[in-house]
Structures are given as C-alpha cells and as structure tokens.
C-alpha cells in the first residue's frame, strides 16, 4: 500500500469515517453495490459499473491480490469494509491496480450501512480522499441524480427452462430413513435433515413414515411424523415396516450414509420392487455412480474433469500391485462408508496392509480406492441443489483451512471460500456443476469435495456426496438457504424456479445467495475419552462434533468460534490458560506439533508466531495457506489498512 489518507464518504444525512487506500481525490456520483463473493477483479473491470462508486459488501477485497486481467478499473472509485494488501499473480496488490487506472478507495466503511441508505433512498455518495469535507461535492450530485438507479450489480440468473409439472401427485405415502446411532461421522446435523423433511413433506400433504433406531433424536419425538418406528437400522426390520405401511417412495437422502447404504441394500435385495417403493432424490443409479468408486472415475473423468492417479481394488495382492504402480503415500477410500471409515494416508507397506484390510472389511461393496496422494493441495467444498431439469445452483463454497490429508469434518472451514481467484471460483463452480450433472443428480442437493494445487491452479475432483451431508448443516445456517428443507421438495417433484426462498422472495433459482460476512467451522476432539487412540487427524473422520461462528471477517469468526468450543482455554489468541501459549517451547517439539495434524495444531500455530517463526516457515511445515496464517497471526504487523 502506498499511502494511508484521511477520508470521509457522505450520503444523504449519513457521514462515514475511512481511509484511503490508494490516492487522493474527491468525486460524486450513482452508487453500485457489489455483492460478488470473490471476484471482485472481475466487478470491478465490468463496464456496467463504468462511472459509478462501487460499494464493495465482500467481507475481504484484496485478498488475492491482482489479476492478470484485460482492460482497466471502470469504477470511478471503490468503497470497502477491509482491505487486504496481498500482491496476486500479476505482481500488484489491489492498491497499486487502482493507483495505475487512477480510481480512489477508501476502507475501513460500514458497507452494510451505505448499502442500506443507498437501497432506500440516497443512490448517490460524495468521497473525499486526503481533502476537504464533500458536502457541496454531494449536493450538486444529488440534482443530477436520477428518479431511480440500479443500485446493485446483479450476477446473472441461471438461464430459464421450461418447468415441469412441478408437484407429484401420485405419491401419498414416503418412508424415511433416518441415520441411527450417533456416531463419528455422523450425530445430530441428520437428525436436523431428518426434522426438515418430515415437516416439509407433511406440509406439502405426504403421508410420513419414520424409521430410527435412535429414541434420543428429535425427529423420533411424538407428532413429528404420521407413524414413528424406532427399530433397529437394518434391511429386514425397514422390510418389515415396508411391508406394513406400504409406501410409494422412500427418501434416504437425509439420514447420511447409513440410510443412503440401506437403500441401496434394499434395492439390490429386491425388497423395493417386491413392494412396489420408488427412491426419490437422489435415484439408485446416481448413487451408484457416485458412491462406487470405479463408477465414480469414469464418470467424471469421461465428464472432461480430472482425478488424482487411481485405482479400485477388491483385494490386498491388487492394492500392493497398484500402490507400486502409483508410488508411497497413497490415499485409500473404501466405497460406501462413513466419514471416511476405514481410510486413510499409508505411507508405507505396512501402513498399506492395515489400511487396506479394515477398508476392505467396512465397504459396503468390499472394495476401496488407492489414490495418489495430494497432501498440502488446497481442500475446497461446494454444495449444490439440482432438479430434475438439469439446473444446477451452487448455494456455497467452503474452504479447508487444513489442506488435503485431513477428513474435512477434521478440517478448521470457512465458508464462503476466502482464498480463490475469480477464475479459480469460475471453474470450482463450473466443475461442481459439471460434476452434478455428470453424474445424473436430480431432484436433491449434494456435496461434493476438490482439491487445488496453490501452485499451477489445477483442480482436481475428489468425491462427491449425493445425499445432505454434514457440511450441509454448515452450508445451511452460514447462507440461511434451507438445503434439507429444498431437497425435500425436489425429491416430490418441484423445480428450483418453482421454489421460493423466504429471505429474499425470490425463487432459488433465480442468483446466488451472497452473503457480507464469513463463517467459521472449529472441529471439536475428546481424544482424552478414548484411551487408546492417537491423537493425530487423517482422512478418517475423529472429531466429536463442532461450532459453528459467524462475524464480518475471518479473524472475529475464528476468535469467537474456539471461545465456542468449551474447552480450558477461553481465547485463541493471548489467553494464558491455553497450555501452547503458556511458555515457550523446544523448537523440534513445536515443528512435529505443526507438521503432524492434530487437535491442538491451531494452539501450536499460534504459540509458533508468538515465538517469532514468520509466516513463511509455518507455511513450508503445514501447507496453511499464507492468508490464513497472516489472519490468525497477532503479533505480526497487521496486513489490513
């Protein structure tokens, strides 16, 4: 950042405080409001904002810096909440991009203020950067101003498809499946999916029939559902109930893996058509294709997107041919399991050996997937509604604060993802949707996980969960777009122009859902419960549950959710009671706390910085993406203006 300048932005009866963040320089004009969730490059540059201040609602703009764009800034200057100086692949921080086109900024705003007084009634601001008082600048613009203005910079809809009939009318009754005991991997966010969809499909005039093996659940309370069964999770008690209650359709697109398993048990036993029942959301032959891990491969590779080097075997002689083939560490997945049960990283025979064995024993189908393994990637998120018109909406991207190699229910998130490029976006969302439809999602939304390689960009898909996951729960309340609640009525037949969204009044289909603050996703471990286990994370799944916290930036978000986690230590940063921060620390012991991943890591990274290790050397040891590092860092100099 070049200068740091006094400011003043002045609308209508409002006056706001900031600083200028590349030039100096007073001007009056329409505003735009600029809703995009990371590219703000690509905003910025759009000719339709050509001449307009653009208030920019994005908790953090300058985050990646500058691209390597065509065309100049078109804004005639940009207002902001926080602004990061990180130089992007071109060489320039956003600061010295606008320095160049000559558009002023200013930071340190209230956007969500400007962006409501511009809504209601003042689509007009005066700046001055490093000057005088822009009254007189705001009243001569407030004569020119226009009887009405276009005040926010829309992306654009999903193209419009003819709708189909919409509700189906031929299904009185549905059974669903709800997910059993809680366990690792799997706990109270179905019996959240679980809870929706009884109340949603009750209210669009189903009949309800439940089945849980768990009485502790809400979903299991008296009234929830028409008929309640708290029978044990297995293909002849569902039969049995099948049997008795007759359903048209069974839904087990709520209930995680276990009821996704179980319908795919029953399917392939006969019971379903024996009886007549119909899977709704997601369908036997989408679940196949993206649950067995051959199918899944030669789906999306076939789909034009790529996968890491792999191979599926059903045997440990295959699985030490093909990890010679592929070369040490390798990742090994099993088909149709839990919270990645029976995986995990082997970095050697031995490792192989185990590994292999428990995956074979736990696959639903016997078999498991080595991959080459790409630790220290980037582990990127999307979640997705589809209907049965091919339409695919993108409600969330969420981002890994860990990096590949640790089970992202393991995994520090945030969401929306803070660290892509606008073009890195573009394509996570295209491939996700490509993905989707590749695979024959419709009438449900789905999961499904990347991994980026922060060096050359390239963006390779992992797995894809064609079900409401655990990170849907997340998705759910961080964006307030009800996923479970959508799914549901996809399943009975609606289409995403078909369904409205209460926050805004608009149909699902109609843009993206933007948000103007981030939310924080904290693992939560009692590794002190469970003697025997080591305390290290892998791509299986450990953690007991989780927070969940929201806040205008990063750092407020990840501050107030380990405050959340009630644990002995009350504060991430500076608290004397957490043990990592308690006295310094041999610096070979505090390398094997970085470099291993385990449920104190984040003390570790932070008692690291507080002892002078630059964000460089942590980066080299944990692959922690630098802005994450700077953010969660307070004693280095603050990269903000």
């Known amino acids: 950042m070049s200068q740091t300048l006094s400011a003043q932005v002045v609308l209508k009866g409002l006056r706001f405080q900031g600083r200028g963040v590349s030039m100096a320089g007073q001007g009056a004009g329409e505003v735009v409001v600029i809703a995009e969730t990371a590219d703000y490059q690509g905003a910025l540059c759009d000719p339709a904002i050509a001449g307009k201040i653009?208030?920019?609602t994005y908790p953090h703009i300058g985050n990646t810096g500058w691209q390597k764009?065509?065309?100049?800034?078109?804004?005639?200057?940009?207002?902001?909440?926080?602004?990061?100086?990180?130089?992007?692949?071109?060489?320039?921080?956003?600061?010295?991009a606008l320095i160049r086109d000559q558009v002023p900024a200013v930071t340190g705003l209230d956007?969500?203020?400007?962006?409501?007084?511009?809504?209601?009634?003042?689509?007009?601001?005066?700046?001055?950067?490093?000057?005088?008082?822009?009254?007189?600048?705001?009243?001569?613009?407030?004569?020119?101003?226009?009887?009405?203005?276009?005040?926010?910079?829309k992306i654009p809809a999903s193209p419009a498809v003819k709708p189909a009939s919409g509700k189906r009318l031929d299904l009185k009754k549905i059974l669903i499946v709800g997910s059993g005991p809680i366990v690792i991997g799997q706990a109270c966010e179905f019996d959240y999916s679980g809870v929706q969809a009884a109340k949603t499909l009750r209210a669009e005039g189903y009949e309800v029939i439940l089945i849980n093996s768990n009485p502790a659940t809400i979903m299991t309370d008296p009234g929830l559902a028409d008929q309640t069964y708290i029978e044990p999770l297995k293909p002849e008690y569902v039969e049995a109930v099948i049997a008795k209650e007759r359903p048209q359709a069974i839904l087990a697109t709520m209930g995680g893996q276990t009821a996704l398993n179980m319908a795919m048990t029953l399917a392939e036993s006969g019971v379903l058509e024996k009886y007549g029942v119909e899977i709704i959301g997601a369908d036997y032959e989408t679940i196949k294709r993206a649950e067995n891990r051959d199918s899944f491969r030669e789906t999306v590779v076939k789909a034009g997107l790529s996968i890491p080097q792999s191979g599926v075997v059903k045997s440990m002689e295959e699985a030490k041919k093909l990890a010679a083939e592929i070369g040490f560490p390798v990742i090994i997945r099993p088909s149709f399991t839990l919270g990645g049960a029976g995986g995990g990283v082997a970095w050697n025979q031995e490792d192989l050996a185990d590994i292999v064995e428990l995956g074979l024993s736990l696959s639903l189908n016997h078999e498991v997937l080595l991959e080459k393994s790409?630790?220290?990637?980037?582990?990127l998120e999307v979640e997705v509604l589809c209907d049965q018109t091919g339409r695919v909406v993108t409600v969330c991207t969420i981002e890994n604060i860990d990096p590949m190699g640790v089970h992202t229910g393991d995994s520090i998130t945030v969401a929306p993802a803070q660290t892509l490029s606008g073009a890195e976006m573009d394509l996570l969302i295209k491939q996700s949707q490509d993905a989707a439809r590749a695979l024959g999602l419709r009438n449900s939304g789905c999961n499904l996980q990347f991994a980026l390689d922060p060096g050359s960009g390239e963006l390779l898909i992992i797995e894809v969960n064609p079900r409401v996951s655990r990170s849907s729960a997340l998705a759910s309340k961080a964006t307030g777009v009800p996923i479970a609640k959508?799914?549901?009525?996809?399943?009975?037949?609606?289409?995403l122009d078909e369904i409205m969204l209460?926050?805004?009044?608009?149909?699902?289909?109609?843009?993206?859902?933007?948000?103007?603050?981030?939310?924080?996703?904290?693992?939560?471990?009692?590794?002190?419960?469970?003697?025997?286990?080591?305390?290290?994370?892998?791509?299986?799944?450990?953690?007991?549950?989780?927070?969940?916290?929201?806040?205008?930036?990063?750092?407020?978000?990840?501050?107030?959710?380990?405050?959340?986690?009630?644990t002995t230590a009350k504060a991430l940063l500076g608290d004397p009671r957490n043990p990592a921060l308690a006295a310094p620390l041999d610096r070979d012991l505090l390398e094997r706390k970085l470099r291993v991943p385990n449920?104190?890591?984040?003390?570790?990274?932070?008692?690291?910085?507080?002892?002078?290790?630059?964000?460089?050397?942590?980066?080299?040891?944990?692959?922690?993406?630098?802005?994450?590092?700077n953010k969660s860092n307070p004693w280095s100099k603050p990269r903000r203006s």
Do not use: C
Request: glycine share 8%; hydrophobic share 45%.
């Open 54 to 56: 653009a208030v920019m």
């Open 69 to 96: 764009l065509e065309g100049r800034v078109q804004a005639a200057a940009v207002l902001m909440a926080f602004y990061e100086d990180f130089k992007g692949p071109s060489g320039l921080t956003l600061a010295e």
């Open 111 to 153: 956007t969500r203020a400007i962006a409501k007084a511009v809504t209601e009634h003042a689509p007009v601001a005066a700046f001055s950067i490093g000057g005088d008082a822009p009254d007189a600048l705001l009243a001569e613009a407030l004569k020119k101003a226009p009887a009405s203005a276009n005040t926010w910079y």
């Open 374 to 379: 790409v630790i220290g990637w980037k582990e």
């Open 486 to 495: 959508i799914s549901s009525l996809l399943a009975v037949g609606y289409n």
């Open 502 to 566: 209460e926050m805004t009044g608009e149909p699902v289909a109609a843009a993206p859902v933007v948000i103007d603050y981030v939310a924080v996703k904290i693992p939560r471990w009692n590794f002190e419960k469970f003697p025997g286990a080591t305390d290290e994370l892998t791509t299986s799944m450990r953690s007991v549950g989780e927070v969940m916290s929201l806040g205008r930036g990063f750092t407020e978000a990840l501050q107030k959710g380990f405050r959340s986690l009630e």
């Open 599 to 629: 449920s104190e890591r984040l003390l570790y990274l932070t008692q690291a910085m507080r002892q002078g290790w630059s964000v460089e050397e942590i980066f080299e040891i944990t692959r922690i993406t630098p802005w994450f590092l």
